[in-house]
């Protein structure tokens, strides 16, 4: 059963760029689409975007303009940079795999367990 | 964007009602409809997938319906672990949206 790990700082000053990194076990990262999605304390899910194992991507366009998605398929990882954060970015940020490969829309059934990144001075 | 509303945003509950929770889509999204349970300091868990679709080892008290721009996640006898917060979401089109929550308590 695949499983997803996100890594990076819990602590990103105002400003600076947010880094987190998803680390699949299980299975292959090939031929699925891979989604971050984040949740700021006590509210609601908000889609962040998706990259597709071979690169192609898709962002929120709520985010577009600071967020960057790449893909590192020898090493089964993905990875997200949001740049300029504010207090605003304050979340739980999760990476999602759906249940069928090539689908785009979500459905997502596989998700890492999270990971609380505060933008904090 | 599609905008999902939830409703209700909460609701109370006692072990053994049913319960029922809507989701309207700003829009038609056919069946591209997913529902998901989350617990506190957990992700949230696929439940329905396509509208009425359950996920391999939910439990069949869980059922889904509808299409176009209504839907409606049915608990059919709620159970101790219900109690949590549902969510909607489209994956007609992106930006993919959630609803906004329904929290389940007692």
């Known amino acids: 059963q695949v499983q997803l790990q996100e890594s990076g700082p819990g602590l990103v000053k105002p400003s600076e760029t947010l880094s987190l990194t998803c680390t699949v076990s299980?299975?292959?990262?090939?031929?699925?689409?891979w989604s971050w999605i984040r949740q700021p304390p006590g509210k609601g899910l908000e889609w962040i975007g998706y990259?597709?194992?071979?690169?192609?991507?898709n962002y929120n366009p709520s985010l577009k303009s600071r967020v960057t998605m790449s893909v590192d398929t020898p090493k089964n990882q993905f990875s997200l940079k949001l740049r300029s954060v504010t207090a605003a970015d304050t979340a739980v940020y999760y990476c999602?795999?759906?249940?069928?490969?090539?689908?785009?829309?979500?459905?997502?059934?596989?998700w890492g367990q999270g990971t609380l990144v505060t933008v904090s001075s | 964007d599609i905008q999902m509303t939830q409703s209700p945003s909460s609701l109370s509950a006692s072990v053994g009602d049913r319960v029922s929770i809507t989701c309207r889509a700003s829009?038609?999204?056919?069946?591209?409809l997913n529902w998901y349970q989350q617990k506190p300091g957990k992700a949230p868990k696929l439940l329905i997938d396509?509208?009425?679709s359950l996920q391999s080892g939910v439990p069949s008290r869980f059922s889904g319906s509808g299409s176009g721009t209504d839907f409606t996640l049915t608990i059919s006898s709620l159970q101790p672990e219900d109690f949590a917060t549902y969510y909607c979401?489209?994956?007609?089109?992106?930006?993919?949206?959630f609803g906004g929550g329904t929290k389940v308590e007692i």
């Open positions: 396509a509208a009425s």
């Open positions: 299980g299975g292959s990262i090939n031929n699925y689409y």
């Open positions: 979401q489209q994956s007609y089109s992106t930006p993919l949206t």
């Open positions: 999602a795999r759906p249940i069928a490969d090539y689908s785009s829309g979500g459905a997502w059934g596989s």
């Open positions: 990259i597709f194992s071979r690169g192609s991507i």
């Open positions: 829009q038609s999204i056919s069946s591209f």
